[in-house]
């Protein structure tokens, strides 16, 4: 059952929305006021806060505020009650991160809908967090344990036989315990960016204007000191227009890494792999093509978290996050994602972002 706090100061509709939605099998807290409902907030966690904007005591906004700064209760989907009438306090409520609002006098049917909407938001991202969970409980360990085997069993061969080793040996061992060590860290990074992502889709944490730069000069910053990047620079061939991006630019390296990863590790060294940015009117295209494996239209049309295509068969570093990540980022920033291949001839990915200039 599905609790919901209500905040009015006036009793006759206060009792009226209980009433409604008791009849609905929603279990209702009543509360007169702002401090009152802070009060009960101390001690129960509802699904859904619907409060009135003028109120004594404390008013609306006020209790917003107090919520949102508050670790336990800032992810609890809040809606205003305001006057028909009072677009500025409409604004203003939107304007301070409400979910939604509902305007007086309203009819069941609306604030029915309005309460559904938001809960089932809320069930859609618990869905999703519990996909990902079971994703991370099934890949987790064989994607962490591959690498670990590589650095404890290259760690107990030096210490087992250090005294009948050459220093060339062992150099070549360390060189084998840190590779393993990169690929952890690098494995760990990716399911980390999945949830950044995840996070500040949630907390709208990055709704301020975000402007970045793409150049060769930042490809190859971000780019180019990566472990698998980095054994192919000579296979590469940058011409990218500069430009001002609406884009994160934390996420915008992390993009361009993953893209250039994928197109790597996914095909032959001595091939090439062209790398291409240009702006076309208000937006900027970028593409970057690789002649490796390719991909059937099947997967392309399937990327999800944890799903690497061919993974048995070609037994590849990595988990699949790549393109998940990048297309879950680019949608986030209101670009795009286009992937065009054929099998065991080419891949192109086209990333178009918003351009800021």
């Known amino acids: 059952m599905k609790k919901i706090l209500i905040v009015e100061d006036e009793l006759g509709l206060r009792e009226n929305i209980i009433a409604l939605l008791e009849i609905r099998g929603f279990e209702i807290i009543p509360a007169v006021d702002g401090m009152d409902a802070l009060k009960k907030l101390e001690f129960i966690t509802p699904d859904l806060i619907i409060s009135d904007i003028m109120m004594p005591y404390l008013d609306g906004y006020e209790l917003f505020k107090r ?16 006057a028909k009438s009072d677009l500025t306090s409409i604004r203003q409520g939107m304007s301070l991160g409400a979910d939604d609002y509902v305007t007086k006098p309203f009819s069941s049917e609306d604030l029915l809908k309005a309460i559904n909407t938001r809960i089932a938001k809320v069930e859609s991202y618990d869905e999703k967090i519990e996909q990902v969970k079971n994703n991370i409980r099934s890949a987790l360990p064989h994607e962490l344990r591959t690498p670990l085997i590589g650095i404890l069993g290259y760690s107990e061969i030096i210490l087992s036989d250090q005294f009948d080793m050459s220093k060339d040996e062992i150099i070549e061992m360390v060189e084998r315990i840190s590779f393993s060590a990169k690929r952890l860290h690098n494995r760990i990074e990716k399911f980390l960016q999945i949830a950044d992502l995840d996070l500040i889709t949630k907390t709208s944490i990055v709704n301020e204007s975000i402007e970045c730069v793409v150049s060769n000069d930042e490809v190859k910053l971000s780019c180019f000191d990566h472990l698998h990047i980095k054994e192919r620079l000579h296979d590469i061939e940058l011409n990218l227009e500069p430009a001002f991006l609406k884009f994160h630019n934390r996420f915008l ?7 250039l990863e ?15 940015g240009e702006k076309k009117d208000s937006v900027y295209l970028l593409t970057i093509t690789d002649f490796g494996i390719g991909m059937h239209q099947n997967e392309i049309d399937n990327i999800e978290t944890f799903n690497q295509f061919d993974r048995d068969f070609h037994q590849l570093d990595g988990n699949g996050l790549g393109l998940a990540f990048v297309k879950k980022a680019m949608n986030y920033f209101d670009g795009s994602l286009v992937i065009e291949s054929q099998k065991n001839k080419f891949t192109r990915a086209a990333l178009t972002f918003l351009s800021a200039d």
Not at 69 to 80: D, G, Q
Not at 262 to 276: L, Q
Request: charged content about 25%; aromatic content about 14%; cysteine-free.
């Open 67 to 82: 919520i949102k700064e508050n670790e336990k209760t800032k992810f609890i989907p809040f809606l205003f009650l305001t």
């Open 262 to 276: 994928n197109a790597v590790k996914f095909s032959h060294n001595g091939t090439h792999i062209f790398v291409k």
């Open 253 to 259: 390296h992390m993009v361009l890494r993953e893209i």
